[in-house]
């Protein structure tokens, strides 16, 4: 296989503010070869999308770059800059994350496509547009003569991301760079464009970089892994190797993880990524590590292989996985739970959004349409349990969530243990209100930016009449110990906080009032993976200790796995499975619960999982989520 | 889009039904009534009844209600015993060199913030962004009536190049359209300029703020150059919040006209209402009052329709 890039001794500081660079990225060497996917993995901060920016140098001012980057014959590095304009686009095509911001929203999508094509082939705009519809149609677009003219605005999430690689593959390029193209997609969807990344690879032979903080994803995919830790690399090589047998504690970390079936515990990384400025200056990841010795706090080490992948690590020879498993597992505490009683119980719910009216005359006269969200919910959640769940997105899980939180009108009943909240007073109702709590998916902007930690925190206690801020301020700290965090954050803002740590604090912030149930509504799908499995571990352990009943709303099926005791299964607005999370997710008996099982590629025990046959597009499902995921964004967007 | 325009235009008829309700009101509650400003103060109660009458001022209020739009959507707003003319003719022909004075402020200072903002946008945090901002920040700071009379003082008292104004006196005889012309070059340089002080301090963040949008480092990995991608997707998208800017500050150009119309003594509907304003016409407020009220309304629609042209999202589908 020929290279299509190679990196070699790529290095990267970028301008913080004034004075000296901060190097970012240290001396990573990698390749891609034609027709393959290299996954290039880290955690944020780890200076993954650094490294794709350095390789189109498309980086902030100031930056300085060190090292060549080889494309193909040519060394990036060396171009200048109307050289490297005719690169980017024409031998290197860029696909980036969130493709709703990626995209310009005033700007039709054949246009933007076909800018591209005719900026570097100097085709005419009529050739152009036919190459856009044609590219439309490669990568999956129903209708794609009909969507031509549409805006972004007009596509699904998973859509747009199809339009966003039809633009990258534009002029046939050489190399393709992905970067986190699938985060903030459902697990569905993520795994058809992984899916169409991996067919048109093969297709084009154009080699793939594809950057991810999620392991679990390119599992299937990838033919080369290289995994960042702040900056530089820890583990590269075959990814069959590294999934066999990953060797650095790293590595072997981030992987248990994940969550998989029938596992009683993650593992969790304690400690947090260090700071570019304040790295350590030998391994980095040392200070977090349970094997370290003196000498890996002073050098870095030098790369060393055993036959498999290569790593930087000077105890990676003897250190198996299942060591570090155990090193860094804590036991979970004891189940001491009451399981009697119950929490919650929904009965023949139904919920009906109104949207504005499709029809001219209606529209005028100010009428709405009106759209069932859900319809003929039933289930009871006894007290200390976990109730899981899953569908896609607009299935109408978050639509679920909010209707037993009593924010939106519903058809049917909410009982709370015992009263249903149809027949209660006003003022009761306001009680029971305040006993059932939520955590939302993005913690940072679920956070009042001008409001201090203990403020926020301590907001309920307020509302339930508790004055004088010395005095919630005491139990606010109490809160943020219970969830891992010191009173000492109690007077900083949130804007300060990593990821993790804001979910910590809107977790302490829902534990305030005492909740019998916290409605989990995507806690943990902005977060890395390691952190996810601090917070899941965390949300367990609360659970055990006073019999707390959560729903978790997740499209993550082995995250539901992991903590929940029943699961509920939702598709386009009905329950399409119930039961104890063992009995649905064991033995599915519902066709798309099957499909979701199926997307999850961690979720099935490793042994069976067998050849890694997994690049093949689902075909039957493929389609039938593309024409529901469209009708979809048709509805929701006016 | 047609959808659009139909829900703009009903809200925009809406706002006018409630103020013309308003001016109604307003002029109905004037203390005695327009009888006593007609007649005076000392005017015996059998004189105020009989001018009343005259008026229609002693029918229901129902009725004036209604006998007060059937004449508005006539075009009649009345007669004005002060200057002896009709209203809508006097209004009308005021009204003409208001909108010329605007049209062209608004056009100057529209193509030069664009230029300054896009400037700013670009450079943004580094000197050139930081001199525009401070030259920004001195001119709104500027009284309108002090730079117009700075520039009457140096164009047209020290060099001698231009008017000083009073184009009232040339109408009548009806003058070309280069000496119409040559009388409007300093009102629009000094609205204009004004204008152009928070206009492109304004649309220079939000050039900043697009710039900083992942859809520009898409453009720019397409491989096209920063040039073509300041223009052919930043432009427009920085675009909106100008235009709504714009169609926001139509009450405030008009009512800020009072003062740079009486500095160039130009004819325009500032200047008359800050005639009639000193003589109690009433006929003459009410109409301007509702004038401004309907350019305000026309200019809002006006911004929205222009988003929608520029905004797919605005547009309903």
């Known amino acids: 296989?020929?290279?299509?890039?190679?990196?070699?001794?790529?290095?990267?500081?970028?301008?913080?503010?004034?004075?000296?660079?901060?190097?970012?990225?240290?001396?990573?060497?990698?390749?891609?070869?034609?027709?393959?996917?290299?996954?290039?993995?880290?955690?944020?901060?780890?200076?993954?999308?650094?490294?794709?920016?350095?390789?189109?140098?498309?980086?902030?001012?100031?930056?300085?770059?060190?090292?060549?980057?080889?494309?193909?014959?040519?060394?990036?590095?060396?171009?200048?800059?109307?050289?490297?304009?005719?690169?980017?686009?024409?031998?290197?095509?860029?696909?980036?994350?969130?493709?709703?911001?990626?995209?310009?929203?005033?700007?039709?999508?054949?246009?933007?496509?076909?800018?591209?094509?005719?900026?570097?082939?100097?085709?005419?705009?009529?050739?152009?547009?036919?190459?856009?519809?044609?590219?439309?149609?490669?990568?999956?677009?129903?209708?794609?003569?009909?969507?031509?003219?549409?805006?972004?605005?007009?596509?699904?999430?998973?859509?747009?991301?199809?339009?966003?690689?039809?633009?990258?593959?534009?002029?046939?390029?050489?190399?393709?760079?992905?970067?986190?193209?699938?985060?903030?997609?459902?697990?569905?969807?993520?795994?058809?464009?992984?899916?169409?990344?991996?067919?048109?690879?093969?297709?084009?032979?154009?080699?793939?970089?594809?950057?991810?903080?999620?392991?679990?994803?390119?599992?299937?995919?990838?033919?080369?892994?290289?995994?960042?830790?702040?900056?530089?690399?820890?583990?590269?090589?075959?990814?069959?190797?590294?999934?066999?047998?990953?060797?650095?504690?790293?590595?072997?970390?981030?992987?248990?993880?994940?969550?998989?079936?029938?596992?009683?515990?993650?593992?969790?990384?304690?400690?947090?990524?260090?700071?570019?400025?304040?790295?350590?200056?030998?391994?980095?990841?040392?200070?977090?590590?349970?094997?370290?010795?003196?000498?890996?706090?002073?050098?870095?080490?030098?790369?060393?292989?055993?036959?498999?992948?290569?790593?930087?690590?000077?105890?990676?020879?003897?250190?198996?996985?299942?060591?570090?498993?155990?090193?860094?597992?804590?036991?979970?505490?004891?189940?001491?739970?009451?399981?009697?009683?119950?929490?919650?119980?929904?009965?023949?719910?139904?919920?009906?959004?109104?949207?504005?009216?499709?029809?001219?005359?209606?529209?005028?006269?100010?009428?709405?349409?009106?759209l069932r969200a859900l319809e003929d919910i039933s289930f009871t959640l006894k007290h200390g349990e976990c109730l899981g769940i899953v569908g896609q997105s607009g299935s109408g899980k978050s639509t679920l969530g909010r209707a037993v939180l009593q924010m939106i009108p519903y058809h049917g009943g909410v009982v709370f243990e015992g009263e249903s909240f149809g027949a209660m007073k006003h003022r009761r109702r306001r009680l029971a209100r305040r006993r059932i709590q939520v955590v939302f998916q993005d913690p940072r902007e679920s956070l009042n930016p001008r409001m201090r930690i203990g403020d926020i925190v301590a907001e309920p206690l307020k509302l339930s009449g508790i004055s004088g801020q010395r005095k919630r301020w005491t139990q606010a700290a109490a809160l943020l110990d219970r969830v891992g965090l010191s009173e000492r954050m109690l007077p900083m803002f949130p804007g300060s906080l990593s990821g993790g740590q804001a979910q910590r604090i809107a977790i302490a912030r829902a534990l305030a009032t005492n909740p019998g149930i916290i409605v989990l509504d995507e806690p943990t799908s902005s977060l890395d993976v390691s952190t996810q499995a601090l917070l899941l571990n965390l949300l367990k352990d609360l659970a055990c200790q006073d019999g707390l009943s959560y729903m978790l709303i997740s499209h993550d099926i082995a995250a539901v796995s992991y903590m929940a005791d029943k699961v509920a299964v939702l598709n386009g607005g009905r329950l399409v499975e119930f039961g104890p999370a063992g009995d649905v997710l064991a033995h599915p008996r519902n066709d798309y619960t099957k499909e979701l099982i199926a997307a999850s590629p961690h979720f099935r025990p490793r042994a069976a999982q067998g050849g890694r046959g997994g690049a093949d597009e689902m075909p039957v499902y493929a389609t039938r989520t593309a024409q529901h995921e469209t009708a979809q964004t048709k509805e929701y967007n006016p | 889009m047609l959808r659009m325009i139909t829900t703009r235009l009903a809200t925009a008829i809406l706002s006018l039904v409630i103020l013309v309700s308003i001016v109604f009101a307003m002029t109905h509650a004037t203390p005695g009534g327009p009888a006593y400003s007609i007649l005076g103060q000392k005017a015996t109660p059998a004189a105020v009844h009989e001018l009343n009458v005259r008026l229609g001022l002693a029918a229901p209020l129902w009725k004036q209600y209604a006998i007060w739009w059937w004449h508005l959507l006539q075009g009649r707003l009345g007669y004005s015993y002060l200057l002896n003319r009709p209203v809508t003719q006097l209004v009308g022909d005021y009204m003409a060199n208001t909108l010329a004075l605007y049209i062209g402020a608004i056009v100057l200072s529209v193509v030069l913030s664009i230029g300054i903002g896009l400037v700013q946008g670009v450079t943004y945090g580094r000197w050139p962004a930081k001199l525009i901002g401070a030259f920004q920040l001195s001119l709104y700071a500027l009284p309108t009536f002090f730079v117009g009379t700075i520039f009457i003082l140096y164009f047209s008292v020290t060099l001698g190049i231009l008017p000083t104004g009073g184009i009232t006196d040339l109408r009548i005889e009806n003058p070309g359209l280069l000496v119409y012309a040559r009388h409007l070059v300093l009102p629009v340089l000094t609205v204009g300029l004004l204008g152009v002080a928070g206009l492109s301090r304004y649309f220079g963040s939000s050039v900043h703020e697009e710039l900083g949008k992942d859809y520009v480092r898409t453009a720019l990995a397409k491989g096209l150059t920063f040039r073509a991608?300041?223009?052919?997707?930043?432009?427009?998208?920085?675009?909106?919040?100008?235009?709504?800017?714009?169609?926001?500050?139509?009450?405030?150009?008009?009512?800020?006209?009072?003062?740079?119309?009486?500095?160039?003594?130009?004819?325009?509907?500032?200047?008359?209402?800050?005639?009639?304003?000193?003589?109690?016409?009433?006929?003459?407020?009410?109409?301007?009052?509702?004038?401004?009220?309907?350019?305000?309304?026309?200019?809002?629609?006006?911004?929205?329709?222009?988003?929608?042209?520029?905004?797919?999202?605005?547009?309903?589908?």
Request: glycine residues 8%; positive net charge.
């Open chain 1, 1 to 370: 296989m020929s290279a299509v890039l190679t990196l070699d001794n790529l290095s990267v500081a970028l301008k913080r503010g004034r004075g000296k660079p901060v190097p970012i990225l240290d001396d990573v060497n990698l390749t891609v070869a034609a027709g393959e996917m290299t996954a290039l993995v880290g955690e944020s901060g780890s200076g993954k999308t650094v490294a794709s920016l350095g390789i189109i140098r498309l980086l902030p001012r100031g930056a300085k770059i060190a090292g060549r980057v080889q494309l193909g014959d040519t060394d990036l590095t060396r171009l200048n800059d109307a050289e490297m304009r005719r690169v980017r686009g024409r031998d290197i095509g860029m696909v980036f994350q969130n493709p709703l911001s990626a995209l310009n929203p005033t700007t039709r999508v054949g246009n933007q496509i076909a800018e591209v094509y005719r900026l570097h082939t100097g085709e005419s705009d009529r050739a152009a547009r036919a190459r856009a519809l044609d590219l439309l149609g490669e990568v999956g677009i129903p209708n794609p003569a009909d969507r031509l003219d549409d805006y972004p605005h007009q596509f699904s999430g998973g859509m747009r991301q199809r339009v966003m690689i039809a633009m990258a593959l534009a002029c046939s390029p050489k190399l393709l760079i992905a970067d986190e193209p699938t985060t903030g997609l459902d697990l569905l969807v993520a795994r058809q464009i992984l899916a169409l990344l991996t067919r048109l690879r093969r297709e084009h032979r154009m080699g793939v970089l594809f950057i991810t903080h999620d392991l679990s994803i390119v599992e299937e995919h990838a033919d080369q892994v290289h995994v960042l830790y702040a900056g530089r690399s820890v583990e590269w090589g075959r990814a069959r190797d590294f999934f066999d047998q990953p060797r650095h504690p790293y590595s072997q970390a981030l992987l248990g993880a994940i969550p998989r079936l029938g596992q009683t515990r993650l593992t969790s990384i304690q400690g947090n990524l260090p700071d570019p400025e304040t790295r350590p200056p030998g391994c980095r990841f040392a200070p977090r590590c349970a094997f370290r010795e003196a000498a890996c706090e002073t050098a870095y080490p030098a790369p060393d292989t055993t036959g498999g992948t290569v790593f930087a690590c000077r105890r990676g020879r003897e250190i198996t996985q299942a060591d570090t498993l155990d090193a860094v597992t804590e036991s979970p505490p004891p189940r001491a739970r009451t399981v009697d009683g119950t929490a919650l119980k929904v009965d023949r719910l139904a919920v009906d959004y109104e949207r504005t009216a499709t029809s001219f005359l209606r529209g005028i006269v100010g009428r709405k349409d009106r």
């Open chain 2, 229 to 317: 991608v300041l223009f052919r997707h930043v432009l427009r998208n920085a675009l909106r919040p100008l235009v709504t800017i714009l169609g926001l500050s139509f009450p405030y150009i008009f009512a800020g006209s009072v003062l740079v119309e009486s500095v160039f003594n130009y004819p325009g509907l500032g200047y008359l209402l800050w005639r009639s304003a000193l003589s109690q016409d009433y006929p003459v407020i009410s109409a301007i009052v509702l004038l401004i009220g309907v350019m305000t309304v026309l200019g809002n629609l006006l911004a929205d329709l222009v988003n929608g042209l520029l905004d797919p999202r605005e547009r309903f589908e």
